[in-house]
């Protein structure tokens, strides 16, 4: 899938949650690569955040990400619209050090984004690939988030509170496209005995009972109500009984459990690319959730390309006859044994070394290694089965090297290894000119890489 951004510029405006100040946001079309990123353009030089994991510096009351002194808070649920309509790209202007609390949703968000559609961009999503099991632990809460491996993306949340109104819930979330009937409405929520601490610390001046879901489980009297309202500078509400205390009834019997759901989301946002994978959550919060956002980034900046996915089990979509069709290549140079993927820009392929590669005999012969120079024949050969796809009549073309640059060898490559090669082009064909980056990989690791300049030739 191609990446995406906003067809054109929205805006959205409100109190802030914790300031009580009156914000406004724009959402603008961002260019290939650019990310999420929000600009406060309050402050001198309007400066500008990353919305990635490593800038959080707070999670208490909400997500909060900052560089220096300069923060941005509660941007949880605008990066999960966002990153539920598929939207890579995208600058948030705010005028203020939070995001507008709206009515505790992301409903509004998803709206916006919806009226104004998005734009296609010509490079393709970047997804990060859970390939094994990966969790965070809270060993004092006993909250969890584990990612398992899956085609697509869905996440699960289970929560638990000591309350007698809300105790257990359970939402899930599998496809992104439900995202906005199923869990965009569902508004975050707080328990009536957390307001006064939440007061005290000088958060939530611009709460109310419209834009949270206010919880009453622990019975107190109508004065301490009265003065918690006054604290919070909003009306007085007798209450009689345990239970829910909004002006709003809820949308979901579970909308607790659904807008933990939406915080996830919004916080795996942070991770920067969009994540194929099944999410379980039990008993999140902002913390864990970023502590795993961060655990990914840490991984995506030790490999900055994951191994391509290679099942023996499933057909190539070029085997070795075809293969032999389009290079003219042949023992004991022919050194692709199958295209497993290819699109317009990018082809993997597949090599099995065998100890009774002939090169071995040399080099060396108490310790087979193969040659690196031989790795980049074997990707440069690969490289040239995605060039002559892009002709007609490819079997009367050949392809021709001019360039190679930045070649790195990471690892050595013996028999009974398997590389996989990975090659996407740097920048479009042209005058039958072809730029291309290019990885091998052994499992997971990479093993060596190169730029390629190569040539499209009539053959005569």
């Given amino acids: 899938m ?18 009580g100040l009156q914000i406004c946001a724009t959402f603008n079309p961002a260019p290939v690569g650019y990310g999420y990123k929000f600009k406060r353009i309050d402050l001198p030089d309007a400066p500008i955040v990353d919305a990635v994991a490593e800038n959080v510096v707070e999670t208490q009351r909400g997500t909060v990400i900052a560089k220096g002194d ?7 649920h605008s990066l999960a619209a966002l990153y539920a309509a598929g939207v890579d790209n995208c600058l948030i202007e705010v005028d203020a050090p939070e995001l507008p609390i709206l009515d505790g949703s992301a409903i509004e968000y998803a709206e916006k984004i919806d009226e104004v559609g998005y734009e296609e961009l010509p490079e393709e999503k ?16 006993g909250a969890s988030l584990i990612a398992l491996p899956d085609d697509d993306f869905s996440i699960e949340t289970m929560i638990e509170f000591k309350s007698p109104v809300l105790s257990n819930q359970f939402a899930m979330l599998t496809s992104l496209e439900n995202f906005k009937t199923e869990i965009a409405a569902s508004r975050t929520f707080v328990f009536v005995r957390e307001v006064e601490p939440l007061v005290s610390n000088n958060l939530i001046k611009g709460g109310d009972l419209d834009n949270a879901i206010v919880i009453y489980d622990s019975p107190m009297s109508q004065d301490t109500i009265d003065k918690l309202a006054d604290l919070m500078g909003v009306p007085h509400k007798n209450v009689n009984e345990l239970g829910y205390i909004n002006n709003k009834p809820l ?31 039990v008993k999140p919060g902002h913390t864990l959730n970023t502590t795993f956002a961060k655990q990914v980034r840490k991984e995506i900046k030790r490999q900055e390309i994951q191994a391509p996915i290679y099942n023996p089990n499933t057909a190539p979509l070029m085997d070795i006859n075809r293969i032999r069709e389009l290079l003219p290549h042949r023992y004991p140079f022919l050194m692709v044994d199958k295209i497993i993927e290819k699109d317009e820009t990018h082809i993997v392929g597949v090599k099995n070394v065998s100890v009774n590669e002939p090169f071995f005999q040399g080099h060396f012969p108490q310790e087979p290694v193969m040659p690196g120079v031989l790795q980049v024949e074997a990707m440069a050969q ?24 930045n070649v790195k060898f990471r690892q050595k490559v013996v028999p009974g290894d398997t590389l996989v090669f990975h090659l996407s082009l740097m920048s479009e064909i042209r005058r039958g000119c072809a730029v291309m980056k290019g990885y091998a990989f ?7 890489e190169a730029e390629f300049m190569a040539q499209i030739v009539k053959n005569k």
């Fill in 382 to 405: 690969v490289g040239g089965l995605l060039v002559l796809s892009t002709v007609d009549d490819p079997n009367k073309y050949s392809t021709y090297f001019m360039k190679i640059d």
């Fill in 442 to 448: 052994v499992g997971e690791k990479i093993v060596s």
């Fill in 2 to 19: 191609k990446q995406r951004t906003l067809k054109s510029s929205f805006q959205v405006s409100g109190k802030g949650l914790h300031t």
């Fill in 70 to 76: 300069v923060k941005i808070s509660t941007i949880e």
């Fill in 126 to 141: 970047d997804y990060y690939i859970v390939k094994k099991k990966m969790e965070v632990v809270d060993e004092k809460t």
């Fill in 251 to 281: 949308v979901f019997d579970n909308e607790p459990a659904r807008h933990k759901l939406l915080d996830v989301l919004g916080d795996i946002a942070l991770i920067g690319r969009p994540l194929k994978g099944r999410i379980i959550a």
